[in-house]
DNA sequence: CAATTTTTTGGAAACGCTTCCATTGAATAA
DNA sequence: TTATTCAATGGAAGCGTTTCCAAAAAATTG
């Protein structure tokens, strides 16, 4: 008799030193889980989990206590277990190339304005070759770490967008196209067209052309819509256009500025340059300026995209629509979120002529030789 | 004998009829899993998860078996169920006021760069107000989504420093500090120093400052730290500073012009005025042009930051190592995850002078009343 | 009041992985 | 040969949820 009381007494503290163990293993780390805070409200798991999720069907009084014990406990329940099952993450994927560009950035703007309305997290895939785009091209889909998919200026493959679409991995294209995916681009021929077509109005007969390089494969459709808007802006004067007034460069400063400097030593000048970006436009400045030739007095410049840089340095320029490319992007990605078997679409957008104080009509005296 | 065949078969169709289903139903949303690999492979879970992991222990025969099965089959481990058990996501947050400013974009680029060295995942939690804040504060230590957590430019309670370290949340602070966390601090009470000395040794007497307002409680420290410097600068020269030359405004262009206008627009108008940042030096200049003050000639304009567009348009300035700033912390995080009892640091990083094209020394015929 | 319908509730199963222990097979020692 | 050791392997348990079904409780009906 005795000897089973001590026994059982035995038993008992030996559950008690495992249990201290455990709690002090698992303190600070661990956090209080649903069956935490089933047991203290004296409901099933069930009823909490219903109450978490705002389902109908329970009784107010039944949702008051566990209401309260979990903010006694301050429970949050676990993300991670909760996605897994429902497979909703509550966060979208932005793929997007060199994302602390300013174009990005303006639309990332845009794509941020929208994600807090709805209040979803953000997670950036940076891309910045081509072997990171493939490689969150063809994994990103098989990820189950968001809802849905915004690539940004990024062309994309049939192969890879029919992965996206097979694996049932929402995906929104923004400036870039595919027909299995919907799109949403800017009609940069015709923007490309407004400017030249400007540039003509004003009695500029003599136009370089600064068009970025495709780097990698990104953006490669972009030179391109760039380059025709502007044969069909001489088309429409009935004009020619010399090849040779085209220089390819990055499409950054820098390449800018060396395009530029080509242009400008040549011994029959033009006297207009459009830049085929903004950042390509300052470093025609750049040039003008280290050639000692007056912007816009001999010289018109003209940009394109309307980054923040374009307004503070007075560059007249094409405007493209980013923040709402942005905005837009992440609405539609979330009606197709909601509603999967929604048909792929094809979204336009336009562009918007801006002229500052860097373009002006030729002067009379012109540097023709 | 006959009806028992026959009630096989039956059975056996019934069960093709229903695969038939579950495979129909499941396309296209279900992945493989480690089982289907397991099976095609003829081993067991275990093996595979210890071949995904590249845990030793098995033998390379078996090792070639499952990789092949595992490329033949595309399979990819799903992450959520993974990080749920060891707890590791594989991606880390970056808390950041308003983050596409070109500031914050700039540190974004140290973050972007180091992250993708050690390729992590970037998740950005944007704040825009303080309400978001204490959101992502109150939220963030309990949330299992990232690994570990930098805030950028936002000061943090003790109670909330104290929140993370308990909840086993690694966090490391840039631009702003705590006791409790691993903070990056700039020394901006000496750039600003520099700043003024550099204006005072130029010759300049009459400075005025465009100060920062404190948004919300963001930044509390950085306006204040701008003119600590500044005093202690005139402290040096034995000169006072009238406290009627400060004018306090947005962190922006606007904020700086409108300040800027108060400021010239007195009868005694300065000759020199130093911006709390790089965009409200931006507005000082628009203000300047608006007014027809020619810069530097008749009005020197020192900025703060060192952001990209303080190059493009010139303007002197006290560069921050913000790239640095970004990537650093991520390192730091680094080590603090691989090693969590590490104490916490304080690192202290310098800025520099850039002096450009709008300072230059006072003229003689100064505007005095 | 009993029978029936409706509202609440509890908790097992499942999600796809890692961990860990038991088991197998092979290699070594006696 | 048999006993002993160690490397390789299989798979159950468990992570913290949601989903779903059966059971209990409450409300309604005749």
Redesign the pocket.
Known sequence: MLCSTISVLLDLWKRFQTEQFNWKQRRGK?????????RA??????????V??N?????????EKVLATIAQLN????????S?????TNSIGVVVPFFTRPFNIEMLRGVEAELARVNKDLVIYNVDNDNKRDHYFSELPMR?RVDGLLILSLPISDTYAQNFKQAGMQVVLVDSYSPYLTSLVVDNVTGSYHAVKFLLEQGHRSIGFVNGITEGSFKFNQANDRLIGLHRAFGDFGLPFEPEMVVTNEWNRQGGREAALKLLKRSYRPTAIFAASDMQAVGVLEAARALDIQVPEELSVMGYDGIEVSELLGISTIQQPMRQMGSSGISKLIEHSENPSKLPELIRLDTTLITRRTTAKPCAKDHHS
């Not at 389902?55 to 949702?63: L, Q, S």
């Not at 897994?84 to 909703?88: C, T, Y």
């Open positions: 661990m956090a209080t889980t649903i069956h935490d805070v089933a409200a004296e409901v099933g798991i069930g009823t909490v989990s219903r978490i999720n389902y109908p069907g329970v009784k107010p009084a039944t949702r429970y949050k329940p676990n993300a991670l277990a909760r897994m099952i429902s497979k909703r189950d």
